[in-house]
């Protein structure tokens, strides 16, 4: 079996600049429209045994609000009446009430342990729907965004404890139809005594069509599990549906391998026997000695060892060698020796070169384990010892200075730095690709050309790199296409927020706080006015703007969409519309 490629983003110079001096806040108005909803967003409130933190991101930071990237400024959600309610936008001034355009046949309030009502567009005339207690629904919605929208059940079916749904991608093969989605859940673990109690699972569904023409159905082609023990960042399928991608804190495997896992066992008991070592080696700077324990009744006798200058055999009579291969470097063969100790065979061998040490006594050989005595570690340490500091750097000019956090800043502390991308292949249900993000901290994914994958935004120092999958260059699976400068830093002081996002063209980068505030951050623009840099004299030729919008509204913002020109922010009762850029 391959082994996954272990591959790292490939970040595009020419897209980041060195020379940005930060954002200038601008007192320009923003004009901003807010509709009353006839019916309060069906909002759903974390129960008492949702605790946990991953129920927190995958449940109480939910957005509500679904924007409809195949149409523009189209936006969903769903109201407490289990209507899927729609607004779309072509003229700010002519704005007119959301309309119903499919109505939910469940209660939502009938089931005691129900999720919020999720809803994703896989394709420009399909859509798959979750009624938040356990149904899949499958939806052919026609064009949508106009008056003679229709909606249409193709399928749906109870799909066991409730959940969201993460991503969904509609695709063809052979001429049959398919339509693929990623099921979010977080479930009780009872086997998990140490740890929160609960996993992370994500079910990914295929349905297909089935049945000539006059008579389609569709019937579910596939069910698979993945599960971790945190929610993920990100998780998207690809578009042809023969892969997924997934970025989290924790790894996800798929639950299928569990059988191969159990069939495994008996043999890695045995191989549980096979892996104690079969020698033992210690090492000085000039000479190493090899132990290996022998069976009882092993006479002097029974012994073969054969030394050469880069090579050693040991083995008893009349069986294969216990060791036998290339040593990691020369010795003196003519000055190796070996003696039988407490049922044991000590073999010692004299280096040739004196002062290197050895990583490995056998090129090549795992069997082996070696042994570091009480003043070899005591060494170590005390070289190691500059690293760490029970004070505050307490001399930073000496010349080792110790290694401490003093000099981070609180919103430089990532705790999650063992974040990996990982890039699933649907037919062997193995991982192909590894990222390992390390301190790239995930922001937040967007939308930029609905035919591909999402992009998903990660922090590279201060800034934010906007990275594009692309499923069909394996070579090149990530491409960097968008940089917001600074707002890898900037979000990090904004203790409040609650949801990020960037339209499909980057113009601007958008935080929306719990309650009330936008932040806006404009790209730099070129100016239309001379400005000269006060403290050094010079001309600015362009320059970044940050803007704030305030909402006259005091319930808590639930859901949050940009796209190219608008802002869309949902509250409980209101949806509000700013208009951020006015060019089209």
């Not at 936008?89 to 959301?98: C, F, I, S, W």
């Not at 967007?446 to 591909?452: H, M, Q």
């Not at 980057?506 to 719990?514: K, W």
Request: proline share 5%; with cysteine.
């Amino acid at each position: 079996m391959e082994a996954a490629a272990n591959c790292s983003l490939r970040v595009k110079r020419l897209l980041l600049d060195p020379k940005f001096e930060g954002y200038k806040l601008s007192l320009e108005p923003l004009a901003c429209y807010q509709l009353g909803l006839d019916s309060a967003v069906a909002e759903v409130k974390l129960r008492d045994d949702q605790y946990t933190l991953d129920h927190m991101r995958a449940f109480g930071m939910y957005n509500y609000l679904h924007l409809d990237s195949w149409y523009q400024d189209n936006i969903y959600y769903v109201d407490q009446l289990g209507r899927v309610m729609n607004l779309s936008v072509t003229l700010d001034t002519a704005l007119r009430k959301p309309r119903e355009v499919f109505r939910l046949p469940s209660d939502l309030t009938a089931c005691d342990n129900s999720l919020c009502a999720s809803i994703h567009f896989s394709s420009s005339t399909w859509a798959t729907i979750s009624d938040g207690t356990g149904s899949l629904y499958l939806i052919k919605t026609g064009k949508r965004g106009d008056a003679s929208e229709k909606w249409e059940i193709m399928f749906n079916e109870e799909l066991g404890s409730p959940f969201v749904i993460a991503h969904s991608v509609s695709f063809v093969k052979s001429d049959v139809h398919s339509v693929a989605g990623l099921l979010l859940r977080v479930e009780k673990d009872e086997l998990d005594a140490k740890g929160s109690g609960f996993h992370v699972s994500l079910e990914w569904v295929t349905i297909t069509e089935v049945g000539k023409e006059g008579n389609q159905r569709y019937e579910i082609f596939k069910r698979r599990i993945l599960q971790g023990k945190s929610v993920p960042h990100y998780a998207a399928i690809e578009p042809d549906g023969d892969g997924l991608m997934i970025v989290s804190y924790k790894p996800f495997r798929f639950m299928q391998d569990e059988e191969n896992q159990l069939e495994k066992k008996e043999d890695g008991k045995i191989a549980d026997i096979k892996r104690d070592p079969v020698y033992y080696w210690q090492q000085t700077e000039d000479d190493l000695t090899v132990t290996i324990h022998l069976p009882q009744d092993i006479t002097k006798d029974d012994i073969q060892v054969q030394f050469s200058p880069d090579h050693i055999i040991v083995a008893l009579k009349s069986q294969p060698p216990l060791v036998e291969g290339k040593l990691c470097s020369s010795v003196d063969h003519e000055s190796c020796t070996w003696i039988i100790r407490d049922n044991s065979l000590e073999i010692s061998l004299i280096k040739k070169d004196e002062g290197p040490m050895w990583p490995e006594l056998i090129v090549g050989d795992a069997r082996g384990e070696f042994v570091m005595d009480s003043s070899q570690r005591s060494a170590v340490a005390e070289r190691l010892m500059h690293l760490t500091s029970e004070e505050m750097n307490p001399n930073p000019d000496k010349e080792n200075p110790p290694c401490n956090a003093q000099e981070l800043e609180e919103c430089d502390i990532f705790l999650e730095d063992s974040t990996s991308l990982c890039r699933f292949d649907g037919n062997t249900l193995k991982i192909t690709h590894v990222v390992n993000l390390g301190s790239n901290q995930y922001l937040f994914s967007a939308v930029v050309d609905p035919k591909e994958m999402p992009c998903f935004c990660l922090r590279h120092d201060i800034d934010a790199l906007l990275w594009q999958p692309r499923s069909d260059q394996p070579d090149n699976m990530w491409e960097h296409i968008a940089t917001f400068n600074a707002l890898g830093y900037v979000q990090a002081s904004k203790q409040d927020k609650k949801f990020t996002a960037c339209p499909p063209n980057y113009s601007y980068a958008a935080i929306c706080e719990c309650l009330r505030r936008v932040f806006i951050y404009r790209q730099p623009t070129p100016l239309s006015t001379v400005l000269y840099n006060r403290k050094e004299g010079r001309q600015v030729g362009q320059v970044a703007k940050q803007l704030v919008a305030t909402l006259e509204a005091s319930d808590p913002i639930l859901g949050f969409q940009a796209t190219n020109e608008r802002l869309f922010v949902l509250t409980t009762k209101s949806l509000f519309l700013i208009k951020v850029n006015t060019e089209n």
